[in-house]
């Protein structure tokens, strides 16, 4: 399985990042990190994009030895340059990604969406790991793994979370009240459309984005 890694400079992605090597340890890895090109249609100079540049591939640097260090091999790491949540998505699809991990901030501040976090999801067709943890995850090995989903989500991602987890799945309806359970799941499965009704209901756990199939 292919996971992009949305990398910015911030410690909640390279506490996504570890927790990404605990849930997917065989998954190949793209560590990609996007440089807008204009801002407010102004032409950013070549001193503002070394300093990105530069700033981005420290950010990615960190990521790939929290990867290394957890036994993951199979790493690329890229930069796209464009303004656009559908520049990153683009590359995303010319690489057969399978999921695109992503906070929903680069601060601490992760009780709303980012603008361009909220593009991504809207515009995704990949599915989108949510990761909204404020701390370093507290990973226990052999543990069980609670799972809740609504809807009906890709089967490719849950096998592979069940092919290197003992998991317990347990299926949600779209009621208000599902919002009263989060608390013991690790991870929810949930349709976009559902997510996008009411997302901040959902920052408190990590979400698994996908769209759903139109019949």
Not at 21 to 45: A, C, N, Q
Not at 153 to 171: C, F, G, R, T, Y
């Amino acid at each position: 399985m292919k996971i992009l890694i949305c990398t910015v400079k911030s410690d909640i992605v390279y506490y996504m990042t570890k927790f990404l090597t605990y849930l997917f340890p065989s998954s190949e890895y793209y560590v990609v990190s996007l440089i807008r090109t204009m801002k407010h249609r102004v032409m950013m100079t070549k001193l503002y994009m070394k300093t990105v540049e530069k700033t981005l591939t420290e950010a990615q640097d960190i990521v790939e030895a929290i990867l290394r260090s957890n036994r993951i091999t199979s790493i690329t790491k890229d930069i796209v340059y464009g303004n656009k949540a559908q520049d990153l998505l683009k590359y995303a699809e010319k690489h057969a990604i399978d999921l695109i991990a992503i906070t929903p901030r680069a601060t601490h501040n992760l009780d709303r969406l980012g603008r361009f976090t909220e593009k991504i999801i809207k515009e995704s067709r990949i599915p989108i790991l949510l990761y909204t943890w404020k701390t370093d995850p507290i990973i226990v090995k052999k543990r069980v793994i609670n799972i809740a989903k609504i809807g009906n989500p890709p089967s490719k991602i849950l096998n592979e979370i069940s092919k290197n987890h003992d998991i317990k799945l347990v299926a949600l309806d779209k009621t208000s009240s599902t919002g009263n359970r989060l608390h013991e799941f690790d991870i929810i499965f949930i349709d976009k459309e559902s997510f996008l009704k009411t997302p901040t209901k959902y920052l408190w756990i990590v979400s698994i984005i996908y769209e759903s199939i139109k019949k």
